[in-house]
């Protein structure tokens, strides 16, 4: 079972590394390791085998046991973030506990994480996520609405905005899953415009079926799980 995790783990940065080149890209994406649903041993695996040490989960009482059950090791090297949904009032652990955040799809969530975040830790690092494919049923600021709500965010004390997040629709066809990455690149070039002096550097895109069309089209953090851990079983999850 370890060696098979090393084992799709390394396929993945092979994948990675190959799109890199391909789009002249070389050393410009990082993987976040998308371990939601899995165990610990999976994490802490992975960090004694390999130089991975970014983390991505999606349930924030899941997350912050992992949190918890790994702070002494690894010289408290290891990186997390927070890439699910955000319910308001569940904002305050995740600023006292997480080190990213790419889910941030409305103004008051921001707020709240400027207030929570505590003082001796670094800056809260954040994502506005874009509901770039345009469906009614996905979490997402728009579009159109997206300079305006960073024109508020950038002003908040304790947080750092650093770029755009998408998960658009599902597509087949590598043509297909380059188009919402397009828009995502045009929108993150018309915020670093808009704020030159700001450290807006990270487009989080691409998970397991459509990298190699993100890191094409600029991302800088692909987000996988499947790939490198398996396929997730939600029977325990609500
Ligand atoms: C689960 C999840 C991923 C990983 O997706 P895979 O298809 O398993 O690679 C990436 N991003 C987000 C926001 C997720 O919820």
Known sequence: MKNELIARYQQVQQRIEKACESAQRQGQVQLLAVSKTKPLEDILTL???????????????????????????????LEWHFIGPIQSNKTRPIAEHF???HSVDRLKIARRFSEQRPNDLPPLQILLEVNVSGEATKAGITPEALMDVAAEVVSLPNLTLRGLMAIP??????????????????????????????????????MSADL???????????????????????????
């Open 99 to 101: 080190d990213w955040v």
């Open 47 to 77: 960090a004694r085998e390999t130089e991975q040490r970014a983390f991505g989960e999606n349930y924030l009482q899941e997350g912050l046991e992992k949190i918890d059950a790994a702070k002494n090791q690894f010289d408290g090297e």
């Open 169 to 206: 629709a599902r597509a087949d066809s590598l043509e297909a899953q380059r188009q919402p990455f397009i828009q995502m690149q045009q929108l993150l070039k018309q915020l670093q415009q808009t704020y030159p002096d700001l450290p807006l550097d990270t487009l989080s895109m691409g």
């Open 212 to 238: 190699e069309a993100a890191i094409m089209e600029g991302a800088t953090i692909v987000r996988i799980g499947t790939d490198i851990f398996g396929a997730r079983d939600y029977s325990n999850k609500a």
